[in-house]
């Protein structure tokens, strides 16, 4: 059902208990909204409904079966396989005998049902060589029995024509070890009789068709169906739809399965032969109306076949033998009683045959082991019939019906109720239309319709048909499911015949004609014929013959004597007034009472094995796939008790479910019982269904089992349930992700962790080695520093080196950048002190090279002007150092400025150099501008266009300066000169220069004196005077009141 509630809205609904309204339009409406989706199955409960649907579906193949094997019952939609697993599997567990019911209508799929589910088994169950030869012959044994016991009727081409009850055994294991068939009234009458339309039991139309021409030619059989008055009569002898050829090849092969010896097998054909040839003996009418037999070949084969003497046979088909004290009297049968008879022995033969069948059968599967066996008995039994007239047959299996629908209606009332004891819930009455009713019309001892039958068969008198009809009427003549012609009112008397009596069934009214009523319940057989058959050499009709006794009373002696019978309008009866006193030669075999002695049996056996149910319905009269009778189908709803059925399940509680599988299913509904519950289930349900506002009177709590009342508070919890799945599927989800990202990032957190170590004891021991390479190193080093005194050694040579590398690395940033820098040389550590030594001059060499090269030649004459200025004045003279970095010019008056007459005067000397002085008068000291000029021989004070003074610079014996600032220079002029008026003394702006280029030119280095305090000067050859010098915050220069020349320097500027 849990399947049936996930699927409920797709196709209609797979269990009828979960409908909204139980009433018959909707029942139908959702059959038929599953049949045109080819869905056959639907559940009431774990009653199977099926619908015929009149096609090959691909629901049976091996897939099928094994999705079926072993799940829930209610996990899957509705199987037949479903059904045979759950009956089976709950044999297995619970160690105790179970029967499936297969009931419906002819031709609604009963036969193909039991089929299904034998394949299912044999499939299924666990297998060993042994047990699949006994699965073998059951599977085999019902081609066997189909052919003997199947025939074709207007409503199924293959119409089983008997009663089957098959017992599978099992042992503990669930190995399928045995297996017993009961069969209950073959309809016999077909073996002389068929309707129109229909055909007689198929294994004659197979052994004409498909029987060898030898084999034929042995039963004296010809290979044409129209040859034989037992296969015409229907007038359908072949039919398109069935293989007579195919079907016998099958029956020979089965029987070779089930080990039907060579010898039997001939003996089974003959008798079937014989039967058929049975059916051709014709007799002649004499004048006075009795039968004559010639002696002609149809007879001769029958005594062949039958292995009985053909005399003898002739003989007892045509005359009575009455025994009279030791005599034996001879008396003709009229052409009726012996055609009775010979029908009477056909029938007989064949039915007898096929009890023998079945008894075969069964020994060939039977289990000879003793072990406890528990079995699932399968009951395929004929569904309830209503023709156009109805006989006796109908009769009887309607009443089989009756019986199994009380039955059912026991079993599920029972069942309901032990489950609702069991649960210790109370009982509510359900209302139903009990049948009991109708079978006690049947069946009631002494005033039952049966017990009138045999009543009526054994009184002597006039006994008919109609008398039987008139005891019914007496007997029952108020009995509501009870009506005949004669009681009916006026409109119901309308649609009956005089000789009909009507039973109202469950399933509905059936109208019986009586005729032949008595005959077929007395099933009469003439004892001389019977006698005739025990001597036969036909195994098998010798066996069947001489075992018919066995269990049959005999017709009571007294009631033996005077039966007589007013002739009527019914034909067969104004006959039978004539078997009077054959009767006393007859078997008893009363076949009502007989059947319904079997059928009780059979419900005693049933009542004790719990039960399944499958009903048939058939979908449309005509056999058409896709065609849904909607009247068919609502007949056969009503006659087989399904609503019924239906609302004795959902009398109380449309659904129960143990307490484990209810919380288990909706348990996420509830945050108490999500994800586990941890206290009994039936307290976890309550919490769950208190949370769900189940109300007081919607649920049950049984002692194992929930029940809920309708069907729309478990789909209310089933919706609830699909949006919950959904979002438990998100959530599962989300904390699958969640712990799978979680789990994935613990991975990639111990990863790094672990790498994290590995590479913090790579660094460490990076580290330590660097460590214990440095402590070495500073270790060397300090060994090394104080070692760094003494000469190379293995302590100290790397500390060494490192300090000459040091101090050249450092010395090599920080080398002076020009030649003046003398300052920035790095001290160097005493061991390199020589090679800084050398490398500082190298560098200063270098720099000083450097420094040449880039010389002009001009800047090159310059500066050795410079250096003779610099071994004249440095450190001599305050003012030197300033002068230093004062360019010395060509010249400081150039020739322009030279008057012309003066450049005239000395043009045959070459210029070297002229500058402006300041000439002091040598009396006076007045200061006078003048030119000087140089030239290569003597140097001119020249005034203007006046050269006034020419001094050769051989008469210049000395120059003087003094120590301080001042530009005071005194030229002393050798006196031997006479033309020459003493010491110059000039005041020169420029007086490095000059002095250097006059010394350079004139060669007076060496006459250059510098002088502190004082110059002495010769004015005149004899007379002295002096220049003073002195320092002062003012430079002056000026006559001193000494007479001498004051002049006073400027402090030197300290640098
Ligand atoms: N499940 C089924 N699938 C297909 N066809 C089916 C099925 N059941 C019955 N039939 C058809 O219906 C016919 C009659 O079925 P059968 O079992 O002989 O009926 P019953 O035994 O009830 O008289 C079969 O011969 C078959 O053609
Ligand atoms: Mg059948």
Redo the contacts with the bound molecule.
């Keep these: 059902m849990e399947g049936a509630l996930t699927a409920r809205d797709r196709v209609g609904i797979q269990d009828f208990v979960l409908l909204e309204e139980t009433n018959e339009a909707a029942f139908i409406s959702n059959l038929k909204k599953r049949y045109s989706k080819d869905l056959?199955y639907t559940y009431i409960g774990t009653l199977l409904v099926?619908v015929?649907?009149?096609?090959?579906?691909d629901?049976?193949n091996k897939k099928q079966m094994d999705t079926y094997m072993g799940v829930n019952f209610f996990e899957l939609p509705p199987h037949?396989y479903a059904l045979a697993d759950n009956a089976y599997h709950t044999m297995l567990t619970e160690f105790n005998n179970h029967f499936i019911l297969?009931s419906?209508?002819?031709?609604?799929?009963?036969?193909?049902?039991?089929?299904?589910i034998l394949q299912f088994y044999s499939v299924s169950c666990p297998s060993t060589t042994l047990m699949s030869t006994v699965r073998d012959k059951m599977l085999m044994s019902n081609p066997v029995l189909e052919a003997f016991g199947?025939a074709k009727t207007l409503?199924?081409?293959?119409?089983?024509r008997f009663g089957k009850y098959m017992d599978i055994q099992f042992d503990s294991q669930g190995d399928a070890v045995g297996g017993h068939i009961l069969n209950y009234l073959l309809e016999k009458s077909r073996v002389v009789h068929q309707n129109h339309g229909e055909r007689n039991f198929h294994i004659f139309y197979q052994l004409v068709e498909g029987a060898s021409d030898s084999l034929l030619q042995q039963l004296g059989l010809e290979r044409d169906c129209q040859h034989y008055n037992y296969l015409t009569q229907g007038e359908c002898a072949t039919v398109p739809?069935i293989n007579d050829k195919n079907d016998w090849k099958s029956v020979k092969n089965a029987l070779q399965v089930i080990e039907f010896d060579e010898v039997n097998t001939k003996h089974l054909f003959e008798v079937v032969a014989s039967v058929l040839h049975l059916g051709n003996v014709q007799f002649d009418t004499d004048n006075r109306d009795r039968a004559l037999l010639n002696d002609n070949t149809e007879l001769q084969w029958v005594s062949k076949l039958l292995g009985v003497d053909a005399h003898s046979l002739q003989e007892e088909l045509t005359f009575r033998k009455i025994e009279a004290k030791q005599e034996q009297v001879l008396s003709p049968f009229t052409t009726d009683h012996a055609i009775y008879g010979r029908d009477a022995l056909a029938k007989a033969i064949y039915g007898q045959t096929f009890t023998w069948l079945v008894h075969r059968i069964n020994d060939s599967t039977e289990n000879k082991d003793a072990s406890k066996k528990t079995v699932i008995g399968l009951l395929?039994i004929?569904?309830f019939e209503v023709f156009y007239v109805n006989s006796f047959e109908q009769f009887c299996i309607n009443y089989c019906n009756e019986k199994l629908q009380q039955l059912f209606i026991q079993l599920t009332l029972k069942a309901e109720q032990d489950e609702y004891e069991a649960e210790g819930i109370e009982w509510e009455p359900v209302q139903f239309f009990n049948n009991k009713i109708i079978c006690d019309l049947v069946e009631e001892k002494h005033r039952g319709i049966i017990s009138l039958l045999d009543e009526e068969c054994l009184r002597p008198g006039d006994v008919t048909d109609l008398t039987f009809l008139e005891r019914l009427e007496e007997k029952m003549g108020n009995h509501p499911h009870f009506v005949t012609h004669r009681l009916a009112d006026k409109t119901t008397r309308r649609t009956l015949e005089r000789g009909d009596f009507r039973l109202l069934h469950y399933a509905g009214e059936v109208t019986y004609c009586v005729v032949g009523f008595l005959d077929k319940n007395n099933d009469l057989l003439y004892k001389n014929i019977k006698d005739l058959m025990c001597q036969s050499k036909n195994a098998i009709v010798s066996e069947c013959f001489s075992n018919m006794d066995r269990g049959n009373k005999r017709r009571p002696e007294t009631v033996n004597s005077v039966i007589s019978y007013p002739p009527d309008q019914f034909s067969l009866i104004s006959h039978l007034d004539q078997l009077q006193v054959i009767m006393t030669f007859m078997l008893y075999l009363q076949v009502a009472t007989q059947f319904k002695s079997s059928l009780l049996k059979l419900t005693e056996m049933l009542m004790a094995k719990q039960a399944w149910y499958i009903r048939?319905l058939?979908s449309n009269e005509s056999?058409q796939p896709g065609q849904f009778d909607e009247a068919l189908i609502r007949h056969q709803v009503k006659y087989l008790g399904l609503m019924e059925h239906l609302r004795v399940r959902r009398a109380g509680f449309a659904y129960r479910r143990k307490y484990e599988d209810f919380l288990k299913r909706y348990k996420p509904l509830c945050p108490a019982t999500w994800p586990h519950w941890r206290g009994f289930p039936s307290d976890g349900v309550e919490v769950l269904v208190q949370h769900l506002g189940y109300l007081p009177d919607e649920y049950k709590m049984g002692r194992t089992k929930i029940f809920i009342r309708h069907p729309r508070t478990l789909y209310a919890t089933e919706d609830a349930y699909e949006r919950c799945k959904h979002e438990l599927a998100t959530r599962l989800q989300a904390k699958y992700k969640g712990y799978k990202a979680k789990g994935e990032f613990k991975k990639q957190k111990e990863a790094a962790t672990k790498i994290e170590s590995c590479w913090r004891g790579t660094q460490a021991r990076k580290e330590r080695e660097k460590r214990e390479w440095a402590i070495k190193v500073i270790k060397k080093f300090i060994n090394g520093y104080l070692n760094r005194g003494e000469a190379k050694t293995t302590d100290n040579s790397e500390y060494l080196a490192f300090v000459r590398q040091s101090y050249l690395n450092r010395l090599r940033g920080n080398l002076p950048k020009t030649v003046l820098d003398k300052t920035t040389w790095l001290t160097p550590p005493s061991v390199v002190k020589e090679t800084s030594e050398i490398l500082r001059k190298l560098h200063y060499r270098l720099m000083v090279r450097k420094y040449v090269r880039g010389l002009t030649p001009q800047r090159k004459a310059q500066l050795q002007l410079k250096l003779v200025t610099s071994t004249i004045f440095k450190g001599n003279k305050d003012s030197y150092p300033q002068s230093v970095p004062q360019p010395f010019l060509e010249t400081r008056i150039s020739d322009q400025e030279i008057n012309p007459k003066i450049l005239q005067t000395i043009r045959n000397e070459r210029i070297k150099y002229s500058v402006p002085v300041i000439k002091y008068d040598r009396n006076g000291f007045k200061p006078r501008p003048r030119q000087l000029i140089l030239t290569q021989t003597a140097a001119y004070l020249i005034e203007e266009s006046k050269v006034k003074q020419r001094l050769v610079y051989a008469s210049l014996k000395g120059i003087s300066v003094s120590n301080l600032t001042d530009g005071i220079i005194v030229l002393h002029i050798s006196s031997e000169d006479p033309k020459q008026k003493g010491d110059l003394v000039i005041q020169c702006d420029h007086l490095y220069e000059f002095l250097t280029k006059l010394c350079v030119i004139a060669n007076k280095q060496s006459a250059v004196r510098i002088v502190q305090g004082s110059i002495k000067i010769e004015i005149q050859a004899g007379k002295e005077s002096a220049v003073d010098f002195s320092t002062g915050q003012e430079a002056m220069v000026y006559k001193a009141k000494n007479g001498h020349l004051m002049v006073v320097a400027t402090r030197a500027r300290v640098r």
């Design positions: 056959i099926s015929n649907p009149y096609k090959e579906l629901i049976y037949i297969i419906g209508e002819s031709g609604a799929g009963k036969t193909e049902a039991s089929k299904k199947n409503k199924n081409n293959n119409s089983s739809s395929d004929y569904g048939c058939k056999k």
